[in-house]
């Protein structure tokens, strides 16, 4: 039987908007764009829609995820630094109860004090951190692998 085509939400927290030029020896020189086309392309290999959304405000990201849930059968997310401190969005992905994974360009935990707490983690199934742009092909391969075992 042919499987169902999955629908994955990817957000964007604030400053992946400047991937490329933002502090390229954390982050690289891939661009946001490129990071995108390639999730839709592996999206596509692997029989998922993708819609990608970068917002740099937490009430948009928040507004976003509300209007997409009903759209969406998974959530990938880099919150950026919402990661450390957003209860609001931490509480927005707990209510709209989609399988989330969390993705981090640079390793969080080898970083600065205040980068080491994820408010986030203990409502996505997973993350994927430290391994660059790759690390988005990796957690949406997984978050697949969990929602369609
Ligand atoms: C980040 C790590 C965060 O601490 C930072 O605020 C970001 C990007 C990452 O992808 O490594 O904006 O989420």
């Known amino acids: 039987m042919k499987k169902k085509?999955?629908?994955i939400l990817v957000l964007h927290g604030p400053n992946l908007n400047l991937l490329g030029e933002r502090d390229p020896s954390v982050y690289g020189t891939t661009t946001l764009v490129e990071i995108d086309r390639g999730l839709k392309r592996e999206g596509a290999r692997?029989?998922?829609?993708?819609?990608?959304?970068?917002?740099n405000g937490e009430g948009e990201l928040i507004d976003l995820l509300h209007?997409?849930?009903?759209?969406a059968?998974?959530?990938l997310i880099n919150a950026g630094a919402y990661t450390h401190y957003s209860y609001a969005l931490r509480d927005a992905i707990a209510?709209?109860?989609l399988p989330a994974f969390e993705v981090h360009l640079s390793d969080i935990r080898k970083r600065e004090a205040f980068r080491r707490k994820s408010v986030i983690r203990s409502v996505c199934v997973g993350c994927v951190?430290?391994?660059?742009?790759a690390g988005y092909g990796e957690a949406l391969r997984r978050l697949l692998s969990r929602i369609r075992p």
């Open 67 to 71: 209007a997409q849930r009903r759209w």
């Open 95 to 97: 209510a709209v109860a």
């Open 46 to 55: 692997l029989g998922a829609r993708v819609r990608a959304f970068q917002r």
């Open 129 to 133: 951190m430290g391994k660059g742009p």
């Open 73 to 75: 059968d998974g959530l």
């Open 5 to 7: 085509t999955l629908n």
